[in-house]
């Protein structure tokens, strides 16, 4: 039984531990508009997706909650922006370092090619782009 016991504690010892990439967690878009967690995708432990979770402003004009109305399949206008995905698909590219994703913009309906990172004061900068024009955000940890 000994023997036993140390090859299962060593073989504990050897495992690797997995810790959360710095990129995971919850931030705050640029100007505290919306709250966005961020994850691995479900089924796709190995790529990170990020949802909407909460909003400044959650209504619109006439008090209801604010919906994907400009998302581009008719059948996906219904749902609520919280609780959006809103990043998806993003591989390690290094840590705190993804690329190949994409961020959808539920304002315009349109989904753009996407790179994250964790900048050396801890802030997360998110690039989206279209051809060859891209635009930066830096995003912080809620307080």
């Known amino acids: 039984m000994r023997p036993l016991f140390l090859a299962a504690a060593l073989s504990l010892a050897a495992a ?3 810790a959360a990439d710095p990129v995971e967690g919850d931030w705050m878009a640029s100007g ?6 961020i994850a691995p995708c479900a089924g796709q432990a190995a ?6 979770v ?3 402003d959650p209504k619109d004009e006439t008090g209801q909650l604010k919906h994907d109305a400009r998302n581009p399949d008719p059948k996906l206008r219904d749902r609520p922006i919280i609780g959006l995905p809103f ?13 190949g994703g994409k961020i959808y913009d539920p304002d315009s ?13 801890g802030t997360l900068k998110l ?7 891209c635009q930066a955000q830096t995003w912080t940890r809620p307080r």
């Open 47 to 52: 790529r990170l997706c990020g949802q909407i």
């Open 87 to 99: 990043l998806r698909d993003f591989k390690q590219a290094g840590p705190g370092k993804w690329t």
């Open 127 to 133: 690039d989206g782009c279209v051809l060859v024009i």
């Open 16 to 18: 690797p531990a997995f």
């Open 109 to 121: 309906g349109k989904t753009y090619d996407s790179k994250m990172q964790i900048n050396a004061n």
């Open 32 to 37: 505290g508009i919306a709250k966005v967690h």
């Open 54 to 56: 909460w909003l400044k």
